[in-house]
């Protein structure tokens, strides 16, 4: 998980969510000895790097796709060039 540092700027987001929501929020904080904005915080950041690696796999999976389907071609090429020897 990325950390923070001493010099990166920080913004304040709100949300809107359930009284059940905020409770459960305080209590899983408290469990884990951290304040419920670090809970958030930390909870946020593991979401936006879960959907970061899923972006990224969609993208090599389309890259791979594409490089078959080349290579695929490419291969077709070769044995056209060698049917006529």
């Known amino acids: 998980m990325r950390s923070s540092t001493a010099s990166s700027k920080s913004r304040m987001i709100s ?9 459960e929020v305080a209590e899983n904080a408290k ?3 951290v304040d419920p904005s670090e809970y958030t ?3 946020l950041e593991a979401f936006n790097e879960r959907v970061m690696g899923q972006r ?3 993208i090599a999976r ?5 490089t078959d389907a080349a290579a695929a ?3 077709d090429t070769v ?6 020897t």
Do not use: K, P
């Open 15 to 23: 949300v809107r969510v359930s009284e059940n929501f905020v409770a």
């Open 31 to 33: 469990h884990l000895g």
């Open 41 to 43: 915080r930390q909870a």
């Open 56 to 58: 990224i796999a969609g």
């Open 62 to 66: 389309a890259l791979r796709a594409e």
């Open 73 to 75: 071609d490419m291969d």
């Open 79 to 84: 044995a056209d060039g060698l049917a006529g």
